[in-house]
């Protein structure tokens, strides 16, 4: 019964068992995070352009419910930075930041982003998300790194910053130079050294001092509430915000209302494109993040599960004052170094965020925005890796032109240009290399019943009869270059007798390969040849069995290639291809 439950309810299977020592575990996480996730959260609330007490909103109802639906025991669920610049850069043409206009229409973004991973998630739709490709994701997150460093360095000098692009915002930067307020560069900068300081070093001077390497890196992770405390203390003392230093300024304290967002059809036609880019990248991050950590406690996690949660987390944002959300990477290994067991952990950090809400808000109106803008820089500095320029370009230049468009049009334009040509640069180069699918000659090595290529290997072969062998499935994107193919071998062997199609590698045959097929099966009999099929999987032959091709096919449907052989080549082989060196002759087929 709890197993029938539980598949649409993920957290009975969680409570079946649960007790004293777990709650023990799940509590002391959530304590942790907590203190982490409330400078995070007010953090991306200002990058998102919102109230800060939008992104503490966001913190809260979101957590509860990707604890009732989510599938991983350890994602932390909230604001993001990838998410909270993808927002900024959709409202940013909408309403002016800050305005309830602006909070208005995010809070519409992040519903209309749940409406859309939950339809996903029922329609089982999780396969969608392969299409964004993992150099197009690492570019993309490499520039949304650099133009989220990049937004933030006006609050570290004391001037506004702006801009959709690197460009606008060197722009926004260069004209105000003049303005930069000395305070606010102290404040920002020391924050920005110290959190430098204490990512590179703490943890390994704390650990030669004797504690633990767990412990270490914990502290190492805290060190934003450090600065938090510091600075916020500072600016209350000396009262930094009378000599212009800019500050958080009043945060309403209270939990948020439950309300629907606005309804206006024109503002959800016009967010519905950024809402199903956030959507994609928020989920395929998530994922990678949960199944990482799955794996590391031999647990899995269901992808099409995770949209429903993600979903109605978003959704939950979007009703509860919030902005969009999504699985937080630094976040989440905090959580699962903490030793969180079950997602009541994130239950548990919303009700520490409520109480922050409800006891700190006072204090953090004087937390001074640099402090803020150094922790999003320090934090977003692990998402850029220009190392996977290089290592993607050695390994593929059309995966790599594919992810420095990505980079480039980000930085250069925004981010929802940047991802959609990336996005479709992918999808572009690989229907031209699987239009174009390898296919090789291939002959008998000796004393064995592996075939290779000839042009790789010493392999028997025979005049009368050619094996080719097809190393993609068919559709109708390399339909007609098989039949260019297979006519350019015909017309260089005027013994040809019979030619046979390998067909190991093939796992799909669509309508219009089927056509094609039948297309070079009637030219080869009208050339006196006669076609015939090798090692066609179970799948494929179930569909050519409800066709006409198996009855009108004059040639035979052999079992394996071997087997081919030994039944059309009647004549001694003759021994054919270019000897090669052993080790490139081991390395190829």
């Not at 927002?87 to 309403?95: E, K, Y």
Request: aromatic share 6%; hydrophobic share 50%.
């Amino acid at each position: 019964m709890i197993d029938r439950i539980a598949r649409f309810l993920p957290v009975a299977r969680w409570l079946k068992g649960y007790n004293g020592g777990t709650f023990v575990s799940d509590s002391l996480a959530a304590v942790i995070v907590t203190l982490m996730l409330v400078p995070q959260a007010l953090a991306y609330a200002l990058l998102a352009g919102l109230p800060a007490e939008v992104g503490l909103y966001a913190s809260m109802i979101p957590l509860v419910v990707y604890a009732i639906f989510g599938t991983s025991a350890t994602l932390a669920v909230g604001p993001v930075a990838v998410a909270s610049l993808m927002t900024a850069s959709a409202l940013g043409g909408i309403a002016e930041a800050g305005s309830p206009e602006y909070v208005g229409a995010a809070l519409v973004l992040a519903a209309l982003s749940g409406l859309i991973l939950f339809a996903m998630g029922v329609l089982r739709l999780g396969f969608l998300a392969n299409f964004l490709s993992h150099p197009v994701i690492s570019g993309f997150v490499t520039a949304s790194g650099i133009l989220i460093a990049a937004s933030q360095i006006g609050h570290i000098l004391g001037i506004n910053g702006g801009g959709q692009n690197l460009l606008e915002m060197g722009q926004g930067l260069w004209q105000q130079l003049g303005a930069i307020n000395p305070v606010t560069v102290m404040i920002g900068g020391g924050a920005l050294l110290f959190l430098y300081v204490c990512r590179r070093f703490l943890k390994g001077g704390l650990m030669a001092v004797g504690l633990s390497e767990r412990l270490a890196d914990l502290a190492t992770k805290a060190a934003p509430v450090s600065a938090v405390i510091v600075t916020t203390a500072a600016a209350w003392f000396w009262d930094l915000g009378a000599t212009g230093v800019k500050l958080v300024g009043e945060v309403p304290s209270g939990l948020p209302s439950i309300s629907l967002p606005s309804l206006d059809p024109a503002i959800w036609s016009t967010l519905l494109p950024a809402a199903v880019l956030i959507s994609l990248v928020g989920f395929v991050e998530s994922v990678s993040v949960a199944q990482t950590l799955a794996a590391k406690r031999r647990q899995r996690i269901d992808p099409n599960a995770e949209l429903i949660a993600l979903g109605l987390a978003n959704v939950g944002a979007g009703v509860g004052g919030g902005s969009p959300v999504s699985g937080g990477f630094s976040r989440s290994v905090v959580n699962f170094e903490a030793g969180a067991q079950t997602p009541i952990a994130g239950a548990l950090t919303a009700l520490g965020i409520a109480i922050a809400t409800l006891t700190l808000t006072g204090l953090l109106a004087f937390l001074p925005k640099a402090t803020l803008a150094a922790t999003i820089i320090i934090a977003v500095s692990t998402l850029i890796d220009f190392s996977a320029i290089r290592r993607t370009l050695n390994y593929s230049r059309a995966d790599g032109a594919a992810m420095l468009a990505t980079i480039i049009l980000t930085l250069g334009h925004g981010v929802e240009l940047g991802i959609l040509v990336g996005v479709g640069m992918s999808l572009g180069l690989y229907l031209y290399r699987t239009s174009r699918p390898h296919s090789a000659v291939v002959g008998l090595i000796p004393g064995t019943e592996h075939f290779r290529n000839v042009s790789r290997h010493d392999v028997r072969t025979d005049d009368a009869t050619i094996i080719l062998r097809v190393d993609e499935s068919l559709y109708f994107a390399n339909a007609r270059y098989l039949e260019d193919r297979v006519l350019e071998l015909v017309s260089a062997r005027p013994r040809l007798k019979n030619l046979v199609l390998a067909c190991q590698a093939v796992n799909d045959i669509d309508a219009s390969a089927l056509e094609s097929l039948e297309a070079i099966d009637s030219r080869l009999k009208e050339a006196g040849i006669t076609l015939h099929l090798a090692e066609v999987k179970g799948p494929v032959m179930d569909r050519l069995r409800k066709t006409g091709f198996c009855h009108e096919l004059r040639g035979q449907i052999f079992l394996s290639t071997f087997e081919a052989w030994t039944s059309l080549v009647k004549a001694p082989p003759v021994i054919t291809g270019i000897p090669k060196e052993p080790a490139r002759i081991s390395r190829g087929r």
